[in-house]
């Protein structure tokens, strides 16, 4: 048997009388087993090699971690009642934030009933229970802020029949979907929306595709309270690949235009507590280090410099050999400055060098 996964190891001329032998089978049954070694260091191919030079403290996705960063304090929201599972805070004149600590939506209670932004399905059916802590006004309105299932899925948990207020790249991902759980709006919009009810404003407005198509700027006015959801992590490190965002260049505008929005709290539809000014800049500083490390990086990296030279033919090997060293490159200069500053750097970092890579080598 030893000898057999020798010999198949295409750069061993065994090989080539073994399968005129008849044994061509049982050859490449074992090499789709992955049984084929290198004659020269016991591995085979696709097995990881000698790390790149420079590697990384911080390990590569697809490698398992022992014990990730501790989350420093600044990153933690206020403590969460466990026999609730939720908690509500106050953010101005009727104006809520609820959340569980990993989501966030929103309430507005106005003069006749209460206006819903967003039903995350982890605790969209306490909502109702939170509201009753502070008005026994019904739902009167429930607002989309896009598509996603993490955010709008409980809309059928949270019960009653409230007009339901998106974009109308909402309700077309919505219809596709054709989710019980996400019924469609009954009122769409294609660029702004004021939702005007008893005293209060709600200033609904589209800035294009960065994220997802059909996600909106949610804007309380009166509260200078802003709810934009999966563009900005108030002290953590965006979700992977800059939090999924479709359009990363348009990403980088709607995060500088939350930048420069007159709000005072910023809902971002995840994490364990709302956002400042200061966190917005937090993000959009680190954004701007990310877009330079990785363009220097793209610069000062030599496509096939340390690759197999048997592997130059295969065009694929080459980029992700070259791709691979670029990240690692970009997350080197980024470690020190930022991975004290951001909670979870350690666990998305290399995606987020991987991401900007290749917006800034193909955009
Ligand atoms: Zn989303």
Not at 78 to 94: C, F, N, Q, S, V
Not at 210 to 232: C, E, S, T, W
Request: proline share 7%.
């Amino acid at each position: 048997m030893r000898t057999l996964r020798r010999a198949i190891n295409p750069r061993n001329s065994q090989a080539v009388a073994l399968a005129s032998s008849g044994l061509i089978a049982a050859v490449a049954a074992l090499w789709i087993a992955g049984g084929s070694l290198n004659a020269q260091n016991g591995s085979h191919p696709g097995a990881p090699g000698v790390p790149y030079g420079n590697m990384s403290a911080i390990a590569p996705i697809g490698v398992g971690i022992d014990k990730y960063f501790d989350v420093p304090e600044s990153a933690k929201g206020p403590a969460i009642d466990p026999a609730k599972g939720y908690r509500t805070e106050k953010l101005g004149d009727g104006v809520y934030m609820i959340s569980e600590g990993v989501n966030q939506s929103m309430f507005m209670v106005y003069e006749d009933g209460v206006v819903v932004i967003d039903a995350p399905p982890t605790y969209a059916a306490r909502i109702p229970k939170a509201i009753a802590e502070v008005t026994d006004k019904p739902i009167t309105h429930l607002v989309y802020s896009h598509a996603h299932s993490d955010h709008i899925g409980g809309a059928k948990a949270l019960g009653g029949r409230p007009i339901i207020i998106a974009h109308v790249e909402t309700n077309r991902r919505l219809a596709r979907q054709n989710d019980p759980n996400r019924p469609l709006a009954t009122v769409t919009f294609d660029d702004t929306y004021r939702l005007s009810v008893g005293s209060q404003v709600l200033e609904l407005s589209y800035h294009g595709n960065a994220h997802l198509p059909g996600n909106i700027f949610i804007y309380a006015p009166k509260q200078r309270v802003l709810m934009v959801v999966d563009l900005i992590f108030p002290g953590w490190m965006p979700w992977r690949r800059l939090a999924d965002a479709q359009d990363v260049p348009a990403y980088f505008e709607q995060v500088k235009k939350i930048s420069d929005w007159d709000f005072h709290t910023l809902i971002g539809g995840h994490v364990a507590r709302t956002g400042t000014r200061a966190d917005v800049a937090t993000q959009l500083a680190f954004m701007e280090d990310l877009s330079a490390a990785a363009d220097r990086a793209l610069k000062q990296t030599k496509p096939g410099e340390g690759l197999n030279p048997a592997d130059r033919p295969n065009p694929w090997a080459l980029y992700d050999h070259y791709i691979d060293r670029v990240a690692l490159d970009c997350v080197n200069q980024l470690t020190r400055k930022w991975s004290s500053k951001l909670a979870a750097f350690d666990v998305f970092i290399w995606d987020q060098c991987y991401s900007m890579e290749q917006t800034l080598r193909i955009e």
